[in-house]
T-cell receptor, first 111, second 111 residues
């Protein structure tokens, strides 16, 4: 039984660089979500896919952020021209119903 | 505006006793609630859920109670174990798959 996996687990990048994160959901789950979590806060919703369709985006997702789920399986989250304020834990979750199951997260540090 | 609030940042409980974690919400349209446990450097782990059509759901040592009139839910852990020491998040959704999370309560179970 494999859960949600995310890669990389940690990423350190310099301000202005682009980064891309990958999420592999639980195989039978058709819904995939991205959240961001900063210190002392709960996860904040960024975007949601049902199969390959991106159905909702938070206003937190500025135009520097883009997410894809091209074949309805894995998903990528790209951040262009990173800023120090992008430093956070990026969490991916998947579901087949109302309960969402999270991966271990990617910790991004922008220096 | 914080639609989901966990007003106690931390809680200490003796091993074997009951832990009660509280969560308040402001949106009466929320219809599904989740509780998660999070260890450092890991993603949140799903614990238990409750629909707004119920007032209680039980799973082993974990019970969630929902009081819709008070817009309040609570997670009871009985008996508490040292391995339960973690940060606990409640989350709520309004007929969609987007969840709003509280800021978490750090539980410490003392041996």
């Amino acid at each position: 039984d494999t859960g949600v996996s995310q890669d990389p687990r940690h990423k350190i990048t310099k301000r202005g660089q682009n980064v891309t994160f990958r999420c592999d959901p639980i195989s039978e789950h058709n819904r995939l979500y991205w959240y961001r979590q900063t210190l002392g806060q709960g996860p904040e919703f960024l975007t949601y896919f049902q199969n390959e369709a991106q159905l909702e985006k938070s206003r937190l997702l500025s135009d520097r952020f883009s997410a894809e789920r091209p074949k309805g399986s894995f998903s990528t989250l790209e951040i262009q021209r990173t800023e120090q304020g992008d430093s956070a834990m990026y969490l991916c979750a998947s579901s087949s119903d109302r309960e969402q199951y999270f991966g271990p997260g990617t910790r991004l540090t922008v220096t | 505006d914080q639609q989901v609030k966990q007003n106690s940042p931390s809680l200490s409980v003796q091993e074997g006793r009951i832990s009660i974690l509280n969560c308040d919400y402001t949106n009466s349209m929320f219809d599904y609630f989740l509780w998660y446990k999070k260890y450092p450097a890991e993603g949140p782990t799903f614990l238990i859920s409750i629909s707004s059509i119920k007032d209680k759901n039980e799973d082993g040592r974990f019970t969630v109670f929902l009081n819709k009139s008070a817009k309040h839910l609570s997670l009871h852990i009985v008996p508490s174990q040292p391995g339960d020491s973690a940060v606990y998040f409640c989350a709520a959704s309004e007929g969609t798959y987007k969840y709003i999370f509280g800021t978490g309560t750090r539980l410490k179970v003392l041996a």
